[in-house]
Structure formats: C-alpha cells, structure tokens
C-alpha cells in the first residue's frame, strides 16, 4: 500500500501561484501514473490532472490546462501541481491520487488506488 502525503496548501489571493507537492512512500513510485484531484465543499471530487509514470505524458480537465502544470521527479518520489492565475472558484481540497491503469484512465475516480489526505487551497478574491 501506497502512503501519499500532501503539502504546500494555504490561502492566497485571485492571480497568485500556489505548488502543492505529494511525497509518496511504500511502493515503488516510478512505476505507476500520478494525479491531482480536487474537491469544493458540498461538491463532487473532480479531475484537475494527471501524469505517467515517466513524466512523458500530462493530462488536464480543459477548465485548468492552460494554468495549472503536473510534474514528477521520480528519484524524490514526489508529484507536483503548479497552480499559476489562482481564481477564487480553484477554493477547494486538493487530493494527491495513484493510479491504478494508466494516466489517462485517471480522469475517472475509479482508476484512482490511493488517495493522500488532501490539503486546503483557499483563493480570496
């Protein structure tokens, strides 16, 4: 079993850049694909993006494509989420997730394996 731990949340202001990083533990990180989900109160959790195993390959909900960028270092074991132009509507929590397929099966809950506990990203306008 996979431990992923989540950090770098906090509050911030309309147009500032937050990175949210996933520390993973346990199983062997550079074999399997990586994701970011996110959840607004009183809503579902939703897709924001997700990145193969190698890094190689990305893919983003179109609301986030052009703001946001996934990326990995492998030998850190860790995942990122580079959220650049926040807007106060990205308010949510922030779920780090491992894939259990492929990156780009990751666009659906149920193609995610682990989840991190999540972390708090708030965007005052």
């Known amino acids: 079993q996979v431990q992923l731990t989540e950090s770098g949340g906090g509050l911030v202001r309309a147009g500032d850049s937050l990175r949210l990083s996933c520390a993973a533990s346990?199983?062997?990180?550079?074999?399997?694909?990586m994701g970011w989900f996110r959840q607004a109160p009183g809503k579902e959790r939703d897709f924001v993006a997700s990145?193969?195993?190698?890094?190689?390959?990305?893919y983003y909900a179109d609301t986030e494509k052009d703001r946001f960028i996934i990326y990995r270092n492998n030998d850190k074991n860790t995942v990122y989420l580079q959220m650049n132009s926040l807007k106060p509507e990205d308010t949510a929590a922030y779920y780090c997730?491992?894939?259990?397929?492929?990156?780009?099966?990751?666009?659906?809950?149920?193609?995610?394996?682990?989840w991190g506990q999540g972390t708090q990203v708030t965007v005052s306008s």
């Open positions: 997730a491992e894939g259990r397929t492929t990156a780009q099966a990751m666009r659906e809950l149920k193609a995610v394996d682990s």
């Open positions: 346990g199983r062997s990180f550079s074999e399997l694909p």
């Open positions: 990145i193969s195993w190698s890094g190689g390959t990305t």
